[in-house]
Nanobody, 119 residues
Framework: QVQLVESGGGLVQAGGSLRLSCVAS????????MGWYRQAPGKQRELVAT???????NYADSVKGRFTISRDNAKNTVSLQMNSLKPEDTAVYYC?????????????WGQGTQVTVSS
């Protein structure tokens, strides 16, 4: 069994910062890419940022220069530092990881953490 557990969401004023963290636990052999996605009310889930096992990063245009994704391979964690937050960043943020437990690799998701940015 594998679990992804997010933390760090909350309410912040526009211009503020939050840091999200996600830890993967269970019988994990290795983790390939990890990432953060978000879903605002009435909208589809969208990519925020991803990071490969060798720390190559990719960002949505809407967050470039404001958000930074990082990972700690030894601790199976991925973090998202969010600065200069805007009301349009309000969403439920989900952690994602491509995990190998032996056999096929699977995509796993966390339960989500709410981020609300007030204007």
């Amino acid at each position: 069994q594998v679990q992804l557990v997010e933390s760090g969401g909350g309410l912040v004023q526009a211009g503020g910062s939050l840091r999200l963290s996600c830890v993967a636990s269970g019988s994990i052999i290795s983790i390939n890419h990890m990432g953060w996605y978000r879903q605002a009310p009435g909208k589809q889930r969208e990519l925020v940022a991803t990071i490969t096992g060798s720390s190559i990063t990719n960002y949505a245009d809407s967050v470039k220069g404001r958000f930074t994704i990082s990972r700690d391979n030894a601790k199976n964690t991925v973090s998202l530092q969010m600065n200069s937050l805007k009301p349009e960043d309000t969403a439920v943020y989900y952690c994602n990881a491509n995990i190998w437990r032996g056999g096929p690799r699977y995509e796993y998701w966390g339960q989500g953490t709410q981020v609300t940015v007030s204007s």
